[in-house]
């Protein structure tokens, strides 16, 4: 009994060495990696270069006024549509006093001379009436009454638009009443009534009392690098994207291109400008931060398959692709066209069904843990 015990204990020896072997080789045994099966597909490869900018009115004025003093009225508010000639404001004229005194001194003046010039008249027309004075002489003292009550009603006119802004000769038309310029939409009134605001002159910009622009011809302004403006080109197609705006792009075209770089944190930019297509329907808004992709290439339903795939030589001027061979991998030459930095165009060298070595995949332990071996 004890002799067969034995035996049977260097069997189980024997089994769990074998077993132990076999386990350490399966451990340690490396299988090929696998590999995704990559196909080519028919695609749209759109090569474009972006441009970071805002949305702008091509026309945008500020309103300015022609006379000092304090606003009175104000006939419109932010996101108004005006016409142009419609009123804006009103303003009420704080005369300076030197001013003020040489007019009032003026018509003081001037109406001394009409006393003086009419008394002349009055005392000589009696005589001229019988013929005492030559009737030349007479009309010397006509004219000169004329030119003084002239000079009266001008003195007048003129203390009236020093103190009110409007004279009787000037009827309806006044400079205390400022009006749009053009048509479009009130962007901003940056005044209230009671603020003060000051003319525009040679010395001085004067007060914005509203900002009107054109809302229906919109431009998009923005920068492009300096490696890339070599590329574009003027009427080159344009899609706007606004980021507050979520799944909404615009047309627009390529109509200018800044002939002189500025400086950027270090980096040369040159402005550009498109004309924006607002769709019938859609909103834009002035100020809006918005991108710009420019299509500088386009090749529409052509073989594409992913530029992952794809390896080049040391010189960089051939590609391959690694094509399926039975169980193995076999390089093959391709030739490449168009690239959008993701996909690239094949022109020949595969096949539509040609099947393509692409990622690696992950082992069940790689997938576990988040992270190749």
Known sequence: MKKILKY????????????????????????????????????????????????????????????????????VVAGQNVKKGDKLATIQIVPDMLSLSQAESRVNSAAIGVSNAQMNYD???????????????????????????????????????????????SGSATNTIVRSTIEGMVLDVPIKVGSSVIERNNF???????????????????????????KVRLDMPVVITVGAIDSATWDAKLEYIA???????????????????????????????????IVLARRDSVETVPES???YNDKGDSAFVDVKDGKSWKKTYVKTGLSDGVNIEVLGGIGDTTSLKGAKKMTEMEEHHGRPM
């Not at 074998?18 to 386990?23: D, E, N, Q």
């Not at 009436?129 to 009454?145: C, F, H, N, P, R």
């Not at 002239?150 to 638009?161: H, M, R």
């Open 123 to 169: 005392r000589n027309k009696p005589l001229a009436d019988k013929g005492v004075i030559a009737a030349s002489e007479m009309q010397t003292y006509d004219i000169a009454l004329r030119n003084a009550k002239q000079e009266q009603s001008a003195a007048q006119d003129a203390l009236q638009l020093v103190r009110d802004g409007i004279s009787k000769s």
């Open 259 to 293: 002939p002189k770089g500025v400086e950027t944190n270090g980096a040369i930019q040159f402005e550009i400008r498109a004309a924006v297509k607002v769709k019938e329907g859609q909103t834009l808004r002035s100020g809006y931060s918005a991108n710009a992709d």
């Open 204 to 230: 001085n910009e004067g007060t914005t009392i509203a900002t009107v622009a054109d809302m229906n011809d919109l431009i998009f302004k923005g920068n492009v690098d300096e490696s890339e403006i070599g």
């Open 309 to 311: 795939v794809i390896t």
């Open 8 to 75: 049977v204990l260097l069997i189980l020896l024997g089994l769990l060495f074998i077993w132990t072997l076999w386990f350490l080789y399966q451990k340690n045994r490396t299988t090929p990696p696998a590999f995704d099966i990559v196909k080519p597909k028919t695609a749209t490869i759109i090569k474009k270069t972006v441009a970071n900018g805002t949305i702008v009115p091509r026309q945008e004025i500020d309103i300015k006024p022609v006379v000092s003093g304090v606003i009175r009225e104000l006939f």
